[in-house]
C-alpha cells in the first residue's frame, strides 16, 4: 500500500543514492543488509556490484530474497562472485498449478534457473560459502494440499540446497 500512496518510492534504486546509503553504513557500522521485500533485487542490473561495494564496507552479512524469474546464468556467476552470504529463492510450491496461482508465473522457468544456479556453484565455485535457501510459505489456497506441498517439496530440495524453510502463511 505505501508504494502505491508514494509512487516516488516504486523503481530501481540509482547507484547515486546508493553510494550515499553505503557512506551511511560506513559512518554507522552496519554489518548486515537483506535485499528483499517490496520488489525483486534481480531488477536492478548492478545488484551484484551493489553486494560487492557493501562488502568492501564492512558489511559481514549480506542476504537477497528473489523468485528467480530472471536469474540467468551470467547473473548467477556474479552473485557467486559479489561476496553474497546467503540467497533465498521463493518457491512457494513445486507443483506447476498451484505455484502459478500463487506466484502467477512459470514454475518450470524458476526451477530451471536454480538448478542452473545451483549446477554453477557446485561446478564452478566449489569453495563457495554462500547458503542457499529455499523459502515455502504454505498459503491458505493450499490448505487442502498443505501436507502434500510440504512432502513434495521435501522431497525435490532437501538433497539439492543448504536450507529449506516451509511456513504457514501469517494472517495479519
Not at 508504494?3 to 547515486?16: A, F
Not at 553504513?25 to 551484484?48: C, M, Q, T, W
Not at 521463493?90 to 500463487?102: G, R
Request: proline letters at 3%.
Amino acid at each position: 500500500m505505501d508504494l502505491q500512496e508514494h509512487p516516488q518510492n516504486q523503481g530501481i534504486m540509482s547507484y547515486e543514492v546508493y553510494e550515499k546509503f553505503l557512506e551511511e553504513i560506513e559512518k554507522h557500522k552496519l554489518y548486515s543488509i537483506v535485499f528483499a521485500s517490496r520488489g525483486e533485487p534481480l531488477l536492478n542490473p548492478r545488484i551484484d556490484q551493489m553486494i560487492s561495494e557493501a562488502k568492501k564496507r564492512g558489511v559481514l552479512d549480506i542476504k537477497m530474497n528473489t523468485n528467480a524469474t530472471l536469474l540467468t546464468e551470467e547473473m548467477g556467476r556474479r552473485l557467486l562472485q559479489s561476496g553474497l552470504d546467503m540467497i533465498v529463492f521463493s518457491v512457494d510450491s513445486v507443483n506447476p498449478e498451484n505455484y502459478h496461482e500463487i506466484r502467477g508465473g512459470r514454475l518450470d522457468r524458476v526451477l530451471q534457473n536454480i538448478n542452473t544456479f545451483l549446477r554453477i556453484r557446485k561446478e564452478e565455485f566449489p569453495d563457495s560459502k554462500m547458503v542457499v535457501r529455499v523459502a515455502m510459505v504454505i498459503t491458505k489456497k493450499m490448505d487442502h494440499c498443505a501436507k502434500e506441498e510440504v512432502e513434495q517439496a521435501k522431497k525435490y530440495w532437501l538433497e539439492k540446497v543448504d536450507e529449506l524453510s516451509i511456513k504457514s502463511e501469517n494472517d495479519f
